[in-house]
């Protein structure tokens, strides 16, 4: 979880920012005045994205997604994979710790069926979303797909959890499951934003230009630009390997 260095060692770095196991907590709070009764939907929906991060880093060749290096750079690919499994069976066990919340043994059920199901739309999601960098040409409505899997599916499955925590009526469990959706998938097209522009912006990530993935200002620009902007887009991206000057000439285009 980051809280050790490869040694096992203490480390203290910036916190990260946990948006679903947030989206989860909040929603608690907003239907019942108390968030504690979704602390398993926010710890299991937590350890589900970290098993994600891992699983990905590997996929992507990501050596320092952040502050240190990825599980798989210190201790390789197998032990990472290894690792990722046993974080998604984590995040199943601790979504049936509501029941010590005394919530009712159907609803708990109903959590668990909604975490499997995110995690099989998370997997839905990444394949398309690595189908993706063999393509030129990706649609706004397909990349709202994809994202509506990858990063939709995880947060409506903490809102809907901690709906049903609450022991919220039906209808408000689905109105909170299309919320978390929909929070999720602006969640990811923020931090397409971010990446290029935001405060800790420096043009994109480099793993995810060199890796060819699609976010929204690229894709839109694909999209809807003059023929000119395409193709020098086009030129780029039909390389083979693209070097790291490339990213500065991607940016400049976007702008």
């Not at 609450?166 to 299309?178: K, M």
């Amino acid at each position: 979880m980051g809280w050790v260095d490869q040694q096992g060692q203490p480390k203290s770095g910036t916190a990260p920012l946990s948006f679903q196991s947030a989206l989860a907590l909040t929603s608690c709070d907003a239907l019942s005045g108390d968030f504690r009764n979704a602390l398993p939907v926010a710890a299991s929906v937590d350890l589900i994205y970290n098993f994600t991060l891992v699983h990905g880093d590997v996929q992507s060749n990501r050596a320092e997604p952040g502050d240190r290096p990825s599980i798989w750079w210190v201790w390789g690919p197998a032990q990472a994979i290894n690792a990722g499994d046993g974080l998604h069976a984590l995040g199943r066990t601790t979504m049936m710790r509501l029941a010590q919340n005394d919530v009712p043994a159907d609803r708990v059920l109903r959590a668990v069926r909604s975490l499997d199901q995110a995690c099989l739309s998370l997997c839905e999601g990444q394949y398309i979303d690595l189908q993706f960098q063999d393509q030129m040409l990706v649609s706004i409505a397909d990349y709202l797909d994809m994202i509506r899997r990858k990063a939709g599916a995880l947060a409506s499955c903490a809102a809907e959890s901690a709906a049903l925590a609450t022991g919220a009526s039906d209808e408000d469990c689905v109105r909170f499951t299309e919320m978390g959706r929909s929070m999720g998938m602006a969640w990811q097209i923020a931090r397409d934003i971010d990446d290029l522009w935001g405060e800790h912006g420096d043009g994109m990530t480099p793993s995810n230009v060199l890796n060819k993935k699609k976010s929204l200002p690229l894709v839109h620009t694909l999209e809807t630009a003059p023929v000119s902007a395409k193709r020098e887009l086009g030129a780029i991206y039909m390389k083979r390997v693209l070097d790291p000057e490339d990213i500065a000439k991607m940016i400049e285009i976007l702008d």
